[in-house]
């Protein structure tokens, strides 16, 4: 794995300081919200917001899929993304409840903000009784940390899942099972 991507936040895992954890509060997104999660989606990612402000709106509206934001004192500080996709022929990629995507605002990192979007996310996907799944690049190890405490295995690495490429064949599809009764 070479040098940290941009995209992706500084891989951490014993920081000497951690800022304090935060209490936030997880809703649903709406439209009302699109354009603040879209300024903290460009502030962290790089882009436009006016684009990403359109990918988000399309999230929204599409079926079978979540997008949910956290909120601090009333705040958007991050927000995360789960749909239902169908299985993808050409890399293999099973049908099921995806994890497509969480940014937390740069200021806000190392907060357990993403790690309460995912937890939320995994027991939306879970509702139905199935398991949940994602795909992330292999340069992103904060994320694959994350998703492997949360109790998320690798089932396949490959150069793309669902159609999403990962530079170098670097992207890793990863399952959690919903916890047993």
Same mark, same amino acid.
Do not use: K
């Given at each position: 794995?070479? #040098? ?9 895992? $014993? &920081? ?5 954890? !935060? ?7 709406? #439209? ?12 962290? =990612?790089?882009?436009?917001? %006016? ?8 999230? @929204? ?5 979540? !997008?949910?934001?956290?909120? !601090?004192?009333?705040?958007?500080? %991050? ?16 049908? #099921?409840?995806?994890? /497509? ?5 740069? $200021?806000?990192?190392? =907060?357990?903000?993403?790690? +309460?979007? /995912? =937890? ?8 139905? #009784? ?13 994320? +694959?940390? @994350? ?20 530079? %170098?064949?670097?992207?890793?599809? +990863?399952?959690?099972?919903? &916890? =047993?009764?």
């Amino acid at each position: 794995m070479a #040098g940290q991507d941009a995209r992706f936040a500084a891989y951490a895992p $014993d &920081p000497a300081e951690r800022p304090a954890p !935060v209490t936030a509060v997880v809703a649903e997104a709406t #439209g009302d919200d699109v354009p603040g999660l879209a300024a903290i989606q460009a502030r962290a =990612r790089g882009g436009s917001a %006016g684009a990403w402000a359109d990918r988000i709106r399309r999230a @929204l509206c599409a079926e079978r899929s979540l !997008v949910i934001t956290a909120m !601090v004192s009333g705040e958007a500080v %991050g927000y995360a993304s789960a749909a239902f996709l169908p299985e993808h022929v050409g890399d293999g990629a099973p049908a #099921g409840h995806y994890l /497509t995507g969480v940014t937390v605002d740069p $200021d806000w990192r190392r =907060r357990g903000i993403a790690r +309460l979007l /995912t =937890r939320r996310r995994m027991e939306w996907a879970w509702g139905g #009784g199935s398991a949940v799944w994602c795909f992330i690049s292999a340069r992103n190890r904060a994320s +694959l940390d @994350l998703h492997r405490e949360l109790g998320f295995e690798q089932v396949e690495f490959g150069a793309s899942f669902q159609g999403i490429n990962f530079a %170098g064949g670097e992207g890793r599809l +990863l399952r959690a099972d919903p &916890p =047993r009764p």
